[in-house]
Nanobody, 123 residues
């Protein structure tokens, strides 16, 4: 059983920054997703097990950075230049068996999910 524990959400003004953390019980390919009120959950970013490969949602590329500390089995999502449209519940997820990296954006590729952490960006 893989355990994922998220932290770091909160309320911030537009243009501000937050860093989300997700502590895992092992080393896996990991992703961040988000779900805004009334919307479907969407992919935000992913990182492979070693930290050497990342991919991003177009609207966050250049503002968000996904990274990992392999010694701590923890991944991070550094979010800068936040916008009100970034408001959502953010979830981390673990992919235990990565196939084609291009599929890493799909929810169905992930085996375990965290409980979610709220990010609210005020205008």
């Amino acid at each position: 059983q893989v355990q994922l524990v998220e932290s770091g959400g909160g309320l911030v003004q537009a243009g501000g920054s937050l860093r989300l953390s997700c502590a895992a019980s092992g080393r896996y390919a990991m992703g961040w997703f988000r779900q805004a009120p009334g919307k479907e959950r969407e992919f935000v970013a992913a990182i492979n097990w070693s930290g050497g490969v990342t991919t991003y949602l177009d609207s966050v590329r250049g503002r968000f950075t996904i990274s990992r500390d392999t010694a701590k089995n923890t991944i991070y999502l550094q979010m800068n230049s936040l916008k009100p449209e970034d408001t959502a519940v953010y979830y981390c997820a673990a992919n235990l068996n990565v196939g084609r990296w291009a599929s890493i954006r799909r929810e169905s590729e992930y085996d375990y999910w965290g409980q979610g952490t709220q990010v609210a960006v005020s205008s």
